[in-house]
């Protein structure tokens, strides 16, 4: 069965600090690859998707990610977090005729 | 505004009674999902409809029904069958595909007391 992986559950930094967020996933074939934040208090928003193309994608306040198919992998990364994104952060992964399936969540405290 | 709404934001139930939760979206989508939310296990899919009147289960379906009788409306139901119904429910509509990005609701959060 189709599986995806966030290796860190919880992860603490302090504002202007790098992040990246790891995502691997189990699917071997052609897969539409998502991440997810769900800011405090806030329902769950699109952050960045990749479905075909270049494999560095770039999404909404400043975040991007990389496709790593031989590694199975779609790591998140900022190259400096706000105190604002503090928020819980999903990786999604949907295989062809498959259902969207989610990976457990990272949760991200920026301190201020 | 276009967008999924659910309601109510938060609902206490005693144990053993059938609840209904409420989802609407005018988005035109044709896909609708129902998920459960708990700590450190993401998003689980209950159940989800491609088209009216057609609906499938998804992982964790058990304890759970659903209807689909217009596009815009998917209520899911949380009967007293659930073991463990206390949880945030979250549900999604997406459009076909290719374009299969799914949209979510601001969740309803079921107490069972």
């Known amino acids: 069965a189709q599986s995806v992986s966030q290796h860190n559950h919880h992860v603490i930094l302090s504002e202007a600090a790098s992040l990246e967020l790891g995502c691997n996933y189990s699917y071997g074939g052609t897969v539409n690859l998502f991440w997810y934040v769900q800011y405090p208090g806030q329902h769950l928003q699109l952050l960045l998707k990749y479905f075909s193309g270049d494999p560095l994608v770039k999404g909404i306040k400043g975040f991007e990610a990389e496709f790593i198919k031989s590694k199975f992998s779609f790591n998140l990364r900022k190259p400096s977090v706000q105190w604002s994104d503090t928020a819980e952060y999903f990786c999604a992964v949907k295989a062809a005729g498959n259902k969207l399936t989610f990976g457990g969540g990272t949760r991200v405290l920026v301190k201020p | 505004d276009g967008g999924i709404t659910q309601s109510p934001k938060y609902l206490f139930r005693k144990e053993g009674q059938n609840v209904t939760l409420s989802c609407e979206q005018n988005?035109?989508?044709?896909?609708m999902y129902w998920y459960r939310q708990d700590p450190g296990q993401g998003l689980r899919l209950i159940y989800y409809s491609q088209i009216v009147n057609d609906f499938q289960k998804g992982d964790i379906a058990e304890g759970y029904s659903v209807s689909r009788e217009k596009k815009e409306s998917f209520p899911l139901t949380v009967t007293s069958a659930q073991k463990n119904p206390t949880a945030f429910y979250l549900c999604a509509s997406s459009p076909r595909a290719p374009q299969e990005t799914q949209y979510f609701g601001p969740g309803t959060r079921l107490l069972v007391l």
């Open positions: 988005l035109n989508h044709d896909a």
